[in-house]
Nanobody, 114 residues
């Protein structure tokens, strides 16, 4: 099993940047597919970006603006978010996935507003 704790959220103006971090505890971090999801008020949770092995996948809405990166030695996952828009406002969650197992962090709030 793996436990996840996110940090790095906050209030930022449109066009600004934030870097989210997710620290994992537990064994075998490298075997998990890792992802960032977000949930805006009144909306379903959606995939933002994921990394598995050497492959990454991004939601169309964030391509070219967000970058996901993992450090298997530090057991950390990152999401660099640039050119932020008001529609990026949401609670962002870190996820670890392996077969039928999913672990979620508690979430970190990102608010993009002037």
């Amino acid at each position: 099993q793996v436990q996840l704790v996110e940090s790095g959220g906050g209030l930022v103006q449109p066009g600004g940047s934030l870097r989210l971090s997710c620290v994992a505890s537990g064994r075998d971090f490298s075997i998990y597919a890792m992802g960032w999801y977000r949930q805006a008020p009144g909306k379903q949770r959606e995939l933002v970006a994921e990394v598995s092995g050497g492959s990454t996948n991004y939601a169309d809405s964030v391509k070219g603006r967000f970058t996901i990166h993992r450090d298997n030695v530090k057991k950390e996952l990152y999401l660099q978010m640039n050119s932020l828009k008001p529609e990026d406002t949401a609670v962002y969650y870190c996820n670890a996935h392996l077969y039928h197992y999913d672990s979620w962090g508690q979430g970190t709030q990102v608010t993009v507003s002037s």
